[in-house]
Structure formats: structure tokens, C-alpha cells
């Protein structure tokens, strides 16, 4: 069952509607399906015009839906044969930044990424994605191991922000969020990053200082949440949606002011509707961008990442 967010509320009657009328014909004894057709079709219509005119502020509540695909979930389906790899040989295992080896049809890569769990149990486990300076120094590990290795790099980027608790600060947040962006733009392999959830913060760009920064259609990236900024701005929190609105989160902004370089297609009502959809539509572009750098020498790529990031700061700035 999908979980309906609060502007699908119409939708859910509708859907509530349909499938009281398929359990009152559970015998075949009634003839309905012409009324169930007719519902159906108006429900799609009605889901499609919503996510039509979605605000950056849906738009952020869409790309935290509980039911979006995590990393697990792309892992499975993109990828065959990962091998997992822990530990940023220093402190500890982060279960919020996982990565391992992996192939990509015939190509052997280093994937990366953000898993924020589905159930209570897992959320906790892997601290709701918010990463800890271990997991970001497990990410320079394997990325330095990709760079040895000449393979390229996916990052999964979902993350409301790195953690931010008193013991990440003493064990160097802030150090290893630097040293981890540093090390996506030293690489001298091929490195492809994608938002397919929330892109919070250093958190997120200390995964995502890619040659490629792919975007769903329905996440959102920003330097912090909405409701963080409204907090600052107007002392509320209540004004996260006009907030979301102001800092341009959403991938059509984003990509309009060369913060992304592609934005992937989801499925009307999000990828959580329909994941196999959406990680196919991400599969295809993750190796279309591949294909596309996979000429260029180690030195190139590092250029090529040095001017997409200094050429967004002119922009920007």
C-alpha cells in the first residue's frame, strides 16, 4: 500500500473508493468494473495534474517519502555481484555511508552512497543516513581504492545532512566532510553522482563533488533543509515552505543554474510508486554519462571537475 502524503489527499479517497468497490464484488456476483475503469482513470488523471504543479515544498516531502527506494533498494537493482566493503580503518563502521564493489552490466565500479533504512529498526541502525566522520573517511577509503584500481565512482546521494551530534564534532566532522569532497575531486577515474532523495548539506556534497551530478525529478538538494533555513530567516520553522521556495531546491532550479547537469525522469507520483521505473530511468543515465568520460585520461577528469565547480561558483556568485 502507497502512503499518501497530505496534498494527495483527494487521490486517496479516490483510491479508498476503488477498493471498496472491488471488495464488494469479491464474489463476481456484481458487474462493476466499468465504474471501477472510470474511477481509475480519473485517479490518474488527478495524480498526474497534482505532480504537474508540484511546489519546491511538496516537492521536499516527495523526496521523503518513506516508501522512496535507499541505496539497498538501488544496489539490488542496478548493480550485480556488490561486495561490501566497512570500516574507515581508524574508529569505526558508519552504517549510515555504505559502499562496496560492484558491476554495472560489464563494468566493474566502486558505488557509494547514503542509506537512511525503512522500518524503525533500520533507521536507527543506520542513523537515518546522517552520516558520522567515520563514514566519510570509509568514503575516501573506497574512493582512493577506485582511484588505485581505475574504476569509476557512483555515489547515491540521500541525506537530510551529516550528523550533527556532539561526538561526530569532536571526532572531526567538519574535517572529514572536507577531506571526503576533496577526495570526489582529486579522483582521476570517472565519478557519477546522484540525488535520488534529499541532498542535504556538506553531508551530501562530500559525495557529490562529481563530473557528472545527476538529480530525480522529485528530489531536492540544498545547502540546508527548508525548515532549517525558515528557523534562521523568520525564527519558525512553520515557514519551511516558503523557504523551500526561496532557496530553488528543486532539480529544474538546480539544473537552470548549473548547480546538476541532468535531471532523471520518475514515474507520475514519484519513484515510490513504481521503483523499478525509476531505478531504470537512473540506470540508464548513470551509464549513458559513463560512456560519455570514459575517454578521458585521469588529468582530464580532474579538469573537468575543477571547471564545472568553479564555473558554478562564478555563476552562483
Known sequence: MVSFLDFEKQ???????????????????????AEIDKLEAKSAK??????????????????????????????????????????????????????????LDDRKVMVIGHEKGDDTASRIKHNFGMGKPEGYRKAIRLMELADRFGLPVVSLVDTSGAFPGIQAEERGQ????????QACLALGVPMIAAVVGEGGSGGAIALAAANRVLMFEHAVYSVISPEGCASILWRTAEKAADAATAMQVTAADLARLGVIDRIVPEPIGGAHRIPSVAIAALKKAIVEELDDLAALTPEALRTDREAKFLAMGQAIG
Not at 486517496?12 to 462493476?32: K, M, V, W, Y
Not at 505532480?51 to 527506494?69: C, G, I, N
Request: proline fraction near 4%.
Open 11 to 33: 487521490v486517496a479517497t479516490l483510491d479508498e473508493r476503488i477498493q471498496e468497490l472491488r471488495d464488494s464484488d469479491s464474489d463476481g456476483a456484481l458487474n462493476i468494473q
Open 46 to 103: 488527478m495524480l498526474s495534474d497534482i505532480y504537474r504543479r508540484l511546489t519546491p515544498w511538496q516537492k521536499t516531502q516527495v523526496a521523503r517519502h518513506p516508501q522512496r527506494p535507499h541505496f539497498k533498494h538501488y544496489v539490488a537493482s542496478l548493480f550485480t555481484d556488490f561486495m561490501p566493503l566497512a570500516g574507515d580503518r581508524a574508529f569505526a563502521d558508519d552504517q549510515a555511508i555504505m559502499g562496496g564493489l560492484a558491476m
Open 174 to 181: 567538519a574535517e572529514a566532510i572536507a577531506r571526503s569532497t
